[in-house]
């Protein structure tokens, strides 16, 4: 979204679609619409290809239904590169932006065969399996991080950083009270944000189960449980409490919010994956954060982005697998933090040093001057 509106800055009649396969399709068609944008949204057939960090062949035996989860994605896969194959036939662009998911996969493999430029982008310090296979016909690299983390070649790699809305930036004192007001919160309490993203993390909503009782004696809480868990966290609705539309408690859950950027602007503390998309938001906003790195990711790339931040004393870092048996580490983490505003300064100025201005705006310009050529 941050790119599209930097494009159309520049070339206000740009014709862009956006494509994404049908688990974020809701989500996609709630951001652009709330956000007024003229995007024509497509679903695409694709399929991910299941890694995880530790598993060998007798990991991957005992648990079959992965080996036939990537089996059936692996038509899935086939599929969605035929259907953008005869998409990109019957409406050719100047110019494809891939974001380096595995919906990139299939569209990238059409492209590549009817040679429609495109530009592949990497969020994370490790690139991923889609641009691993994607980059070498790539027209252009955009790099999330400093390129002495990829082993791209540097005529067609650029730093660009991460691009994020121009909503994601740092809040007065006045503001904050004035969002956690509009969320139904005591203005003067201190606030935790919980989330796992737009479809959630398991490992976290279960840990804040846990530890809730607890974490509301102290501060409000809001849970964004994510669109794939919320049904599963239904029992915390006991907490939230309304009355005449009024929040009447200092606990709340949704399922997603196409407006995060309040969410975290009015929060004190954020518990949160190391996405980093999701940590390049709270470092524009200038958050102290709690971070759990999934650790089964294929390349642990989470775990090597927290590592980095922690190491820059930038977020305070928990393990998952920790947590998960021990639910009170999370505990501790966050009251840490609610009970220190000297190191809740630290972190949150120490993470929005790594901001890098403009990641949107060069990432439009490389994408318009690819489109160009």
């Known amino acids: 979204m941050a790119v599209v509106r930097e494009i159309w800055k520049i070339r206000p009649r740009a014709k862009i679609d ?14 652009t619409v709330e956000n007024g944008m003229d995007v024509d949204i497509k679903r695409v057939s694709a399929g991910k290809f299941r890694r995880y960090a530790g598993f060998g062949l007798m990991d991957y035996l005992r648990h079959f239904d992965i080996v036939l989860n990537n089996i ?43 040679r429609i430029p495109y530009v592949i982008h990497d969020s994370d310090s490790v690139p991923g399996l889609t641009n691993r296979l994607l980059a ?13 983390y990829y082993n791209y070649p540097e005529d067609r790699a650029e730093w660009t950083g991460i691009p ?24 003067d309490q201190k606030l935790v944000l919980a989330t796992g993203g737009s479809l959630g993390a398991q490992d976290i909503n279960l840990t804040m189960r846990e530890i809730l009782p607890e974490l509301l004696k102290h501060s409000s809480v809001m849970l964004v449980a994510g669109r794939e868990r919320y049904p599963e966290m239904m029992d915390l609705k006991e907490y939230e409490k309304w009355e005449d539309g009024v929040l009447q ?32 938001e709270l470092s524009g906003m200038a958050k102290p954060v709690v971070m759990v ?16 931040y922690e190491k820059a004393e930038a977020a305070v870092v928990v393990s998952d697998s920790k947590m998960m048996k021990k639910p009170e580490l999370l505990l501790e983490a966050i009251m840490h933090l609610l009970r220190s505003e000297k190191e809740r300064e ?21 994408v318009i001057g690819v489109a160009g050529q």
């Not at 070498?136 to 002495?148: D, R, V, Y």
């Not at 630290?346 to 490389?366: G, R, V, Y």
């Open 249 to 280: 408690s200092n606990f709340r859950m949704v399922e997603f919010s196409s407006e995060m950027w309040k969410l975290i602007g009015a929060a004190d503390v954020v518990v949160s994956r190391a996405g980093a998309s999701t940590m390049t």
């Open 72 to 114: 059936a994605d692996f038509f899935r896969l086939v599929a969605g590169f035929f259907q953008s194959l005869f998409r990109l036939i019957a409406h050719r662009p100047d110019v494809i932006f891939l974001k380096g998911g595995y919906v990139c996969l299939p569209v990238g493999m059409a492209a590549r065969l009817l």
């Open 346 to 366: 630290k972190l949150a100025n120490n993470l929005h040093s790594f901001t890098k201005d403009n990641a949107a705006e060069n990432l439009a310009k490389m």
């Open 18 to 31: 956006f494509w994404t396969d049908k688990k974020y399709y809701k989500n996609a068609r709630k951001i």
């Open 136 to 148: 070498k016909k790539a027209a252009k690299i955009a790099t999330g991080m400093p390129l002495k």
């Open 164 to 187: 994020i809305s121009e909503e994601f930036k740092p809040v007065s004192e006045a503001k904050q009270k004035k969002l956690k007001k509009e969320l139904g919160f005591d203005p």
């Open 293 to 308: 790195p999934n650790e089964e990711l294929p390349g642990r790339h989470q775990v090597k982005n927290a590592k980095a």
